[in-house]
């Protein structure tokens, strides 16, 4: 919890995690206020801390003073600008900082030059508080801007956060911020990165007022608009060099050390330093058992050489890594660049035809699942290394027509299909398209899917009564051997969570267990008694006959045994693999609202079994192996249901303002509304805090979790998704367009997968989560926010590679939905289609990936 407030032109910053965020829109070079306040207790105490930390250091130096000033209490206390999702505070990572108490020189001046003149701050004795006023100007360029109060002595302590200002130019403002993002360009201080940041964000928000469309208006800055592409093609074109020379050069160290160990070792040959000649034919025997009798300190020699030879590898491989990730970054924010500018219609005014053809042509060699720029079909010249670069826009042809862009588009498919195995389909599938064969056979693509999809889940994962009593069964035996053991206190109980409780499971899903102690006893689960008494009741399952008890996970974060529980099953003795945790609230938490969803709509089980099945067997559901988990493919299944608008033919739309969603948003639907859902959807502003909601995180002490989400009475929405999507038709389009929304559409660099946004709201934004929790804004891939635990990241475990390798793969899937829909040859069953996208990776593809 932060101990102060800060305030931007006397808007308050919105409250920790809540929602609807609070925020400030100004133009670049306006005036800002920082209004800041602490409690007069913090600053005390803090004071006092801090000169007990300085005089330890000094092993013994001056007492505090006996009565502490203000001033003592403020000193390096600062506000600063920054970007929002700026990884630290501090001078060094803000646009602007300033002292609230202006230290002077020998000539009154601080270094900065700034006279030495406090800001102004005052004592507030009725609240117990100290408030001050900072000013500021807002950034030349756009973006998300946030002040941070905090000590210059402990930057990575932040004491306040300001409300988000979006910084927006306006109509007279473009030129002058076009103007001055080319003079950054031109004046080469920064690799450019930052520059067409800028750019982007100026390109993305350029929005004319409806009087102002005169394009003379806008001459100047469209002239410097296309300058600022031309500087940013040139940062390209120069990282593109530096790459590929480095690329070369680590190829040759490599070849070069490959040739080294190829080479015999001269010592095992018996010739030593500074011989140039074999020994006489008569010690040549001699030699040989010199070089016997010196084995030892020559197979030192030679691990020590191995040693020295692993540790350059290591290095040069390093630099290989860090080679290629920059090529990539540079590619990334250039390719932003150019699609902020062929995305606004608006831009139309801001360049010429031909400028704006050729940066259309150019972004069509932009391959978002590679990360990279197919070559330039116009500069395909015989050893012209320009030919590889994205940026060499002067060979484009001029005037730019159709057959120009359809050969850009023949390039980015062969290098997708050299580089990625198969040639990406993004087309949408319409079936009234000419040369349709589905409907010309007079059968239903998406219906002979979806009816494929329903028999699958009938026969393989639905799950029976039979189950179901199963695993009551099991877990009343342990629930019994625990009560009895007399390690817990009275009332502990054990409960089914995870895919065997959320009604996202199959039959085969292992039960996983979790002992609920009553919160009467307070510190049980925190204190070594916790896992002593979990401990003691491992031995007591082997004495009740459970099988194969492992102990080893007991001193994880949350204690957890694994065992077998023996259940005749229909006279057939199985064992039932059973996961017992204690104390583990939220993840229970979790399975509610995942049943929840699962009562509320039996489609979305269908979909996740259908998707669970597909990532199994392509294998990239295994957090040990650095890719996803189920639970975080069901998140992002129900976080499209609940944020786009569809229609029968497999065609969404995200966050639409006024379009009744897939699915009911079940921790934002307005009650009101859920109990009988007729009229337009709606949902509540934010999620209600009260006594009830809010629980105390098991692990985080100060930290509390809002457990609210509609449960109660849900059978009105069942009837309204049941009603709005017809699931003997709906299921294999929503499957598709599942595919396409997480291979194309969603913007990974940007957003993150949430449950916590409203149906007519943008997606999260990773700049909000990076400012509130801390997450990386730079990490490139895919976040995903946990329902209940906001700052946990549940894709926190997938590397970089590994998720272009999970994009590479949800792409393939929708381009084998694609090419079965508008297949010239025999027409394929839905269970054949459902084959062929899940189809089992071979070893030599697992090996690859």
């Known amino acids: 919890q932060q101990p102060g407030r800060l305030f931007a032109n006397d808007v308050p910053a919105p409250l920790f995690n809540s929602s609807p965020k609070k925020s400030l829109i100004s133009r670049p070079r306006s005036e800002l206020t920082a209004r800041w306040a602490l409690p007069l207790p913090y600053l005390r105490n803090r004071a006092l801390r801090r000169f007990e930390e300085q005089r330890k250091s000094l092993n013994g130096g001056p007492l505090p003073p006996e009565n502490l000033t203000i001033r003592d209490a403020l000193k390096y206390l600062a506000v600063g600008l920054f970007r929002r999702g700026a990884m630290d505070s501090g001078s060094q990572s803000s646009i602007v900082s300033k002292e609230i108490l202006a230290s002077s020189d020998s000539n009154g001046k601080q270094a900065s030059g700034r006279p030495s003149n406090d800001y102004f701050f005052n004592v507030d004795q009725r609240n117990d508080s100290v408030y001050g006023n900072v000013p500021f100007y807002a950034p030349r360029t756009p973006g998300n ?34 103007r001055f993002i080319m003079s950054n ?12 940041n800028s750019l982007a964000s100026v390109l993305e928000l350029f929005a004319p007022r409806q009087n102002n469309n005169n394009e003379r208006f806008f001459d100047g800055a469209g002239r410097f608009a296309w300058g600022c592409i031309c500087e940013s093609r040139k940062v390209v074109e120069q990282a593109a060099l530096t790459y590929m020379k480095k690329k070369t050069e680590l190829k040759e160290k490599l070849e070069a050390e490959r040739i080294k160990e190829q080479l015999p070792d001269l010592k095992s040959l018996g010739i030593h330093a500074g011989e140039t000649t074999e020994p006489p034919s008569g010690a040549k025997e001699g030699a040989d058992a010199n070089v016997n009798c010196t084995h030892t300190e020559e197979d030192s020699e030679k691990d020590k050489n191995a040693a020295t030879t692993g540790d350059v590898k290591a290095k040069w491989s390093s ?36 400028m704006f053809s050729k940066i259309q042509l150019e972004y069509e060699l932009w391959c978002p699942l590679t990360e990279a720029f197919a070559p330039n079909p116009f500069a395909a010249i015989k050893g012209d290394k320009a030919s590889k670069l994205p940026g060499c826009a002067i060979k484009f042809p001029n005037p730019i027509g159709k057959e120009h862009l359809k050969k850009c588009q023949e ?12 040639e990406a389909q993004s087309r949408l599938i319409l079936p009234s398209a000419k040369g349709y064969q589905w409907k010309k056979a007079g059968r239903n693509f998406f219906k002979e899917l979806s009816s494929s999809m329903n028999e699958i889940y009938r026969d393989e994962y639905a799950v029976s009564d039979k189950v179901w009593k199963r695993r009551e069964k099991v877990r009343a035996t342990v629930e019994h051997i625990v009560s009895t053991s007399g390690d817990f206190p009275v009332g502990t109980k054990v409960a089914v969570f995870g895919s065997s409780a959320n009604g996202f499971g199959s039959p085969s899903s292992d039960l996983d267990l979790c002992l609920q102690v009553p919160s009467s006893a307070t510190n049980f689960s925190k204190e070594e008694k916790g896992v002593e008494a979990m401990t003691n009741l491992a031995a007591k399952f082997t004495e009740a006959g459970l099988s194969d008890v492992d102990t080893v996970r007991l001193t994880a974060r949350i204690p957890i045994v694994k065992f077998n529980v023996p259940y005749n099953d229909d006279g057939e003795d199985i064992l039932v693999e059973c996961d017992l945790s204690l104390q583990n609230p939220l993840a229970c938490l979790n399975t509610s609202l995942l049943h929840a969803y699962s009562k509320t709509s039996p489609t979305t089980c269908v979909l996740a079994s259908i998707v669970k099945r597909w990532a199994k067997n392509r294998n990239i559901n295994n957090p040990s192996q650095h890719t996803l988990s189920s639970y975080g493919y069901v998140i992002m299944l129900i976080s499209f249901l609940t944020s786009c608008d569809f229609n029968q033919n497999g065609h969404t739309r995200d966050h639409v303002t006024q379009a009744q969603p897939i699915l009911p948003n079940l921790q934002l639907v307005d009650p009101s509304w859920a109990g009988n859902p007729e009229g337009p959807y709606r949902e509540i502003p934010t999620k209600p805090k009260t006594q009830d909601t809010m629980i105390q995180h098991p692990t985080e002490p100060n930290y509390y979790v809002n457990s609210y989400f509609y449960r109660s009475g849900l059978e009105g929405l069942k009837k309204f998704c049941s009603e709005n999507h017809h699931a003997d038709t709906s299921i294999g389009a929503l499957l598709a367009s599942f595919f396409h929304y997480f291979a194309y559409d969603f913007d990974y660099k940007k957003h993150v997968v949430s449950l916590n946004m409203k149906h007519s709201s943008p997606p999260m934004e990773r700049e909000v989560k990076a400012e509130e929790d801390g997450w990386s804004i730079f990490r490139q891939g895919l976040a995903i926010e946990d329902p209940f635990e906001l700052f946990y990241d549940v894709a926190h475990v997938v590397k970089a590679s590994n998720f272009q390798h999970i994009r590479k793969e949800f792409s393939l899937a929708y381009t084998k939905i694609v090419n079965a829909a508008y297949t010239d040859g025999d027409l394929p069953t839905g269970r054949e289609i459902i084959d062929l996208i899940c189809e089992p990776l071979s070893s030599d593809d697992q090996s690859t990936a």
């Not at 990575?156 to 306006?170: D, N, R, S």
């Not at 360009?185 to 067409?196: L, P, Q, R």
């Not at 630099?319 to 990730?325: C, D, F, G, L, V």
């Open 411 to 422: 390039n980015r498919a062969k290098m997708q299909e050299q580089s990625l195995g198969f």
């Open 185 to 196: 360009f031109k004046s080469k201080k920064t690799n450019g990165f930052s520059s067409m």
């Open 319 to 354: 630099e290989e890594y860090s080679n290629e990730r920059k090529w990539r970054e540079i590619q990334l924010v250039y390719a932003s660049v150019l699609k902020a500018a062929v995305s606004n219609e608006a831009n139309h005014i801001l360049f010429k035809r031909d």
């Open 145 to 178: 801007v946030v002040f941070r109060l905090y000590f210059e002595d402990e930057p990575h302590v932040t004491l306040a956060t300001g409300p988000c200002i979006h910084v927006v130019p306006a109509d007279g403002d473009i030129d002058s911020v076009l």
